[in-house]
């Protein structure tokens, strides 16, 4: 027998831990550790483990499928680009739209953003960043000019006081969890605020439970108690940032007093009061945040609210400080990183700046140019004009994504995607997205591709192949320089490996020119930005000034806003969804990870125990949840973890999929959805029949 251990990085969270594939007769059949990298040490969270079990699945698929009277029929390679390009010369550029993913590799996504931009030259694309931190882009663009994670993972261990909202770190991002616990033997206090007791939430100092979507009220409450006790850090106020007056005069209103707060949030004032003097007299303070904040109507606010307080406290720019935003999805920072986007190139460089669309136009040599020098629509843009504006957008070429499960309203999503002409779906398994198809194509996993990916603290780490892929499926890389040649362009799709790709990234790419396939083939790898060969990278970012032209750093003053939809006599109960330890997003990887899908084999709704008892449920009865879109049936976990008159639900589940019930309201700026706050009843069975 033949073995071999192949090092590559995790394919789940962002965190970008790294393990060895285990491959035995060149089939992958395992993992071991790799203690070497920095980031985890060896160390791996249940995903990481089982992170082969899905690799080899029967389910796989193996071949491109085409729908013929309603049904998918196998057909070759050179069948499904002949209707591809058929298809796709039908459309106007603007007609068409493409998802690129945050599962695939940086490479794979710039392959995509420039067949979006100069194949079909439409404006339209954009991934699940949208459902995800796109409030965090947008917030900490407009407070510090940069919209990515401030430190890096390892500094968190060195912090003093470590206030994590939002983010259940321990199940969520398991391996930066750890530093937590590192930090809290090294002495930091540990404050947690999340309207669930999460295992996260059971290590803390300092628990405040609150009702989903007060955020920026208690934001504004523990500014305020800075503010009147002189904790805030006034040399870091009067040096590094602008407009401190605009973000005080909002704060020192009455209604954010810890009184009036309490009243909004549930949180008693007295926590609040010591949540605010741990973090205003820390040494060191860090926040860690993820959906909590983010995926609300009012996601920017929160965001900035974040930025706000760090700012106070001159909690920046040195170990143990910083704003973490934690990045889900393995390569959703790179996803970003690489314009996968409506509003950028790669590297941020924006759309509609003219000298960055002359670069990019010039680069790539598009004889009949590319896209227009304008902004596009937005994942959750593009399901509303499907749905609402049929005959505008009339093709889609999803990779990597499965809106039918993840995006919210799922009727609304259904009707969008009916709406369309023409939908390519390029995944690795068929997926409830794929089902509404016209076109399936078969893509290679990550344990069969060579690549990079940048984890959220902006470390572009190496995915090496350790296995040939199944079938005839192909690297999404591959299929699009393929399609890419037959529209015409082979020219602009020269690629013969990813490091081909990778070359010419770093070339129109100012935070990776410094970077190259042999810097990055190291245990430590390199953070961006790294802008020159001999350049070592940027571990903490805005050490001495901002990523602003005048480098200073933005006060906003930020009202607090309730949610798009708040419980009323009919839907008395908030909403409020999220993940699971065991379970990936929409379970295409995990429920065929038999070791993970043994844990969570279905969905549940949490209830507090005086909910349910007012409504005479039992633990594990399955009841009905209902709200103004849509019902599910779906057993209920009655646990005192939860708060009374808010409800959770994983969305992981198709069979009680929690976005059946999700409300489609946007936040203006950023465009992501309110996940994270609806109006909900729950009825007995018996009695809704
Ligand atoms: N096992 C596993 N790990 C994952 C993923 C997965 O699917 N499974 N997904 C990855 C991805 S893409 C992401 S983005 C991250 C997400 O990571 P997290 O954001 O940590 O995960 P969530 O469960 O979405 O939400 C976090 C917490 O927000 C709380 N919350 C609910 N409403 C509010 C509110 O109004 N305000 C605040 N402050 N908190 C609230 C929830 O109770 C929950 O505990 O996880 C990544 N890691
Ligand atoms: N209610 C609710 N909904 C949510 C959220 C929430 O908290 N609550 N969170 C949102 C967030 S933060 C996120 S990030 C989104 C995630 O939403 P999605 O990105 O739609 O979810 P995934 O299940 O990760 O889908 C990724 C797809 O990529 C495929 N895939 C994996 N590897 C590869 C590859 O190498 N190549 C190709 N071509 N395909 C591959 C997988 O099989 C899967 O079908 O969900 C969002 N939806
Ligand atoms: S913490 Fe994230 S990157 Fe690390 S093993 Fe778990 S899922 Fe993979
Ligand atoms: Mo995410």
């Known amino acids: 027998m033949q073995m071999k251990y192949v090092q590559t990085t995790c394919p789940y969270c962002g965190t970008g831990c790294s393990f060895n594939l285990v491959v035995e007769n060149n089939r992958v059949t395992g993992i071991a550790p790799y203690q070497r990298t920095p980031v985890n040490q060896g160390k791996l969270c249940p995903k990481g483990i089982y992170a082969h079990e899905f690799v080899n699945h029967p389910d796989r698929l193996k071949s491109p499928l085409i729908k013929k009277n309603g049904k998918f029929v196998e057909a070759s390679w050179d069948e499904a680009y002949d209707l591809i390009t058929k298809k796709f010369k039908q459309y106007k550029p603007d007609e068409c739209a493409c998802l690129s993913s945050a599962r695939c590799s940086n490479e794979e996504n710039y392959a995509?953003?420039?067949?979006?931009?100069?194949?079909?030259?439409?404006?339209?694309?954009?991934?699940?960043?949208?459902?995800?931190?796109?409030?965090?882009?947008?917030?900490?663009?407009?407070?510090?000019?940069?919209?990515?994670?401030?430190?890096?993972?390892?500094?968190?261990?060195?912090?003093?006081?470590?206030?994590?909202?939002?983010?259940?770190?321990?199940?969520?991002?398991?391996?930066?969890?750890?530093?937590?616990?590192?930090?809290?033997?090294?002495?930091?206090?540990?404050?947690?605020?999340d309207p669930r007791l999460t295992p996260t939430g059971k290590q803390a100092d300092l628990y405040l439970q609150f009702r989903s979507g007060s955020d920026v009220a208690i934001f504004n409450g523990l500014m305020q108690e800075i503010l009147k006790n002189g904790w805030e850090d006034k040399e870091f106020i009067k040096n590094r940032t602008k407009d401190f007056d605009k973000l005080k005069e909002e704060v020192m209103k009455p209604e954010y007093s810890l009184d009036n707060v309490s009243k909004i949030s549930g949180i008693p004032a007295a926590k609040l009061r010591t949540a605010a003097e741990w973090i205003g007299k820390a040494e060191s303070a860090c926040i860690l945040y993820s959906m909590g904040i983010t995926q609300h109507t009012t996601g920017v606010d929160n965001v900035r609210s974040v930025a706000n307080i760090q700012m106070l406290t001159g909690n920046l720019g040195r170990p143990g400080t910083g704003v973490n935003a934690l990045r889900g999805q393995n390569n959703v920072q790179g996803a970003c990183d690489m314009g996968a986007l409506p509003v950028v190139f790669t590297g941020y460089q924006k759309v509609i700046d003219?000298?960055?669309?002359?670069?990019?136009?010039?680069?790539?040599?598009?004889?009949?140019?590319?896209?227009?020098?304008?902004?596009?629509?937005?994942?959750?843009?593009?399901?509303?004009?499907?749905?609402?504006?049929?005959?505008?957008?009339k093709c889609m070429y999803i990779m990597g994504e499965n809106p039918m499960l993840s995006d919210p309203d799922l009727h609304h999503v259904e009707k969008a995607l009916k709406n369309l002409g023409f939908l390519i779906v390029q995944?690795?398994?068929?997926?409830?997205?794929?089902?509404?198809?016209?076109?399936?194509?078969?893509?290679?996993?990550?344990a069969e591709k060579d690549g990079t990916q940048t984890s959220t603290e902006r470390r572009v780490q190496m995915w090496r192949k350790a296995q040939e892929p199944p079938g005839n499926s192909k690297l999404d890389w591959v299929i699009i320089k393929e399609i890419a040649s037959r529209m015409g362009y082979a020219k602009q799709f020269p690629w013969n490996s990813a490091e081909d790709i990778f070359t010419e990234i770093a070339?129109?790419?100012?935070?990776?020119?410094?970077?190259?396939?042999?810097?990055?083939?190291?245990?430590?790898?390199?953070?961006?930005?790294?802008?020159?060969?001999?350049?070592?990278?940027?571990?903490?970012?805005?050490?001495?000034?901002?990523?602003?032209?005048?480098?200073?750093?933005?006060?906003?003053?930020v009202p607090y806003k309730p949610p798009a939809e708040v419980p009323d006599t009919e839907y008395p109960f908030v909403l409020t969804t999220g993940r699971c330890l065991w379970q990936w997003h929409t379970g295409t990887m995990t429920r065929r990870s038999e070791n993970l899908e043994e844990e969570e084999p279905t969905g549940w709704i949490e209830i507090n125990p005086e909910d349910a008892k007012a409504l005479g449920i039992k633990d594990k009865e399955k009841?009905?949840?209902?709200?103004?879109?849509?019902?599910?049936?779906?057993?209920?976990?009655?646990?005192?973890?939860?708060?009374?008159?808010?409800?959770?639900?994983?969305?992981?589940?198709?069979?009680?999929?929690?976005?059946?019930?999700?409300?489609?309201?946007?936040?203006?700026?950023?465009?992501?959805?309110?996940?994270?706050?609806?109006?909900v009843k729950v009825q007995k069975i018996a009695e809704a029949k």
């Open 112 to 193: 995509m953003m420039k067949f979006a931009r100069g194949v079909l030259k439409t404006r339209h694309v954009d991934h699940c960043a949208r459902l995800c931190h796109a409030s965090t882009v947008a917030g900490l663009a407009s407070t510090f000019g940069s919209g990515a994670m401030t430190n890096s993972i390892g500094d968190i261990s060195q912090s003093k006081c470590c206030f994590i909202i939002g983010s259940n770190t321990f199940e969520q991002h398991p391996l930066i969890g750890r530093q937590l616990v590192l930090a809290k033997k090294n002495g930091a206090k540990i404050i947690y605020a």
């Open 354 to 393: 003219e000298a960055a669309y002359k670069k990019f136009a010039d680069a790539w040599g598009f004889p009949d140019g590319i896209s227009a020098p304008q902004n596009g629509y937005e994942v959750t843009v593009m399901m509303d004009v499907l749905a609402d504006k049929p005959g505008e957008l």
């Open 427 to 446: 995944d690795i398994f068929m997926t409830e997205t794929a089902e509404f198809a016209d076109v399936v194509l078969p893509a290679c996993c990550y």
């Open 507 to 557: 070339k129109v790419t100012p935070s990776y020119a410094g970077m190259n396939y042999t810097r990055l083939n190291r245990p430590e790898a390199l953070h961006w930005p790294c802008p020159a060969p001999d350049h070592a990278g940027t571990p903490i970012l805005h050490k001495e000034k901002f990523a602003h032209p005048d480098g200073l750093g933005q006060f906003f003053g």
């Open 623 to 679: 009841i009905l949840a209902v709200t103004r879109r849509g019902k599910v049936e779906v057993p209920a976990r009655v646990t005192p973890d939860i708060m009374k008159g808010v409800m959770f639900m994983p969305f992981h589940y198709k069979e009680c999929a929690a976005n059946t019930l999700t409300n489609n309201a946007l936040d203006p700026i950023a465009k992501i959805p309110e996940f994270k706050a609806c109006a």
